[in-house]
């Protein structure tokens, strides 16, 4: 996705070389034709975990979609296969909103989450740029209806992680485990803001008010709550009664958070974005930006920006 969207925007199309490899590699290794299935962790290039992820076909499909978008590929065929597939793993009509989880034994899981159908929603406006075909716009219109208006109102108006079978909040699940990089508890300031940009998105092709009113009061009650004025950043999380849960500094979220405010500031036109734009670049320059060897330092900082790792690049969670 990375190298499709950036050899596209910056006019560069050796970058789409590299792009092509990571497709060919998701089909060849990651795809098993039997089944027509995608294996989550391969080990020595073999299939290892063969949990069926909805969140990872939503990046399955916003790979394809970024290659038809960039000019790669030239057919709209793959991108409407994966959407298919999650079509009928997935997608339950009832709720509006998709499963997570099927097992290797092909039993679907319980757990209902929002941060599957996030990023499915916002691979959904990608297959929609990339196609022009309207049922993918108009599909992840209706996974930011319920999540951001639906399921947001039973938590109190922000999107909550965790949901039962019957998407009830769950607010039990995971309460021991913080820190975990795909099912944390608590709300995440990262995910109130990528469905900001998720509905700025969707906005941009569907200009309904709701959008832009809640892209606002999600983005606003985020930062408001979790920009650490004493050493810069947006912590990781916070709990029901609003107090940090974990104060640590991920990168990931201060780059949704420099993504969705460019998007605020164009869409509204309202100062205070600009200058939160400009305050959050001079913190992630300060801390993030390896000037010596280009890209952004490790997964997380500790509150007051100290490095927990020296790792730059780190499968499933950190890439640039």
């Known amino acids: 996705v990375n190298f499709m969207l950036s050899g596209k925007l910056l006019h560069r199309p050796e970058l789409f070389d590299l792009g092509r490899h990571g497709l060919q590699f998701l089909n060849d290794c990651h795809f098993v034709c039997d089944g027509e299935l995608y294996a989550f962790t ?5 299939p290892e975990d063969m949990t069926q992820q909805a969140y990872g076909y939503a990046f399955v499909l916003a790979a394809h979609a970024a290659a038809r978008l960039a000019g790669v590929t030239s057919s709209d065929d793959v991108v409407a296969s994966i959407f298919d597939l999650m079509e009928r793993r997935f997608w339950l ?14 039993v679907l899981d319980d757990y209902r989450g929002q941060n599957s159908n996030m990023h499915t929603c916002e691979a959904l406006i990608l297959a929609y740029e990339a196609t022009g075909d309207d049922r993918y716009l108009r599909r992840a219109e209706t996974l930011a209806e ?5 399921l947001a109102a039973k938590a109190g108006g922000l999107v909550w992680e965790h949901y039962t079978v019957g998407f009830e909040v769950d607010w039990e699940y995971n309460k021991h485990d913080r820190k975990n990089i795909y099912r944390p508890w608590g709300f995440q300031p990262g995910h109130q803001i990528e469905w900001t940009k998720n509905l700025l998105n969707i906005h941009r092709h569907m200009r309904k008010d709701w959008m832009l009113r809640r892209a606002r009061e999600l983005f606003d009650a985020a930062y408001d709550l979790c920009w650490d004025n004493e050493h810069g950043g947006l912590v990781y999380g916070f709990d029901p009664q609003k ?5 640590e500094k991920y ?3 201060q780059a949704e958070t420099i993504a969705s405010l460019a998007l605020l500031h164009s869409a509204t036109g309202d100062v205070k974005y600009r200058e939160r734009y400009d305050a959050l670049w001079r913190y992630i320059w300060a801390n993030w930006v390896d000037h010596k060897h280009g890209a952004w330092y490790c997964f997380k900082q500790t509150r007051d ?6 790792e730059k690049a780190i499968a499933g969670a950190k890439c640039d």
């Open 93 to 106: 009509p009832q709720h509006r909103a998709y499963a997570d989880t099927i097992g290797a034994d092909g």
């Open 243 to 247: 107090e940090w849960c974990d104060d």
């Open 251 to 253: 990168f990931w979220v």
């Open 305 to 310: 920006n100290r490095r927990c790792s020296e």
């Open 42 to 46: 391969l080990r020595n290039g073999k």
């Open 146 to 150: 319920t999540f951001t208006q639906t």
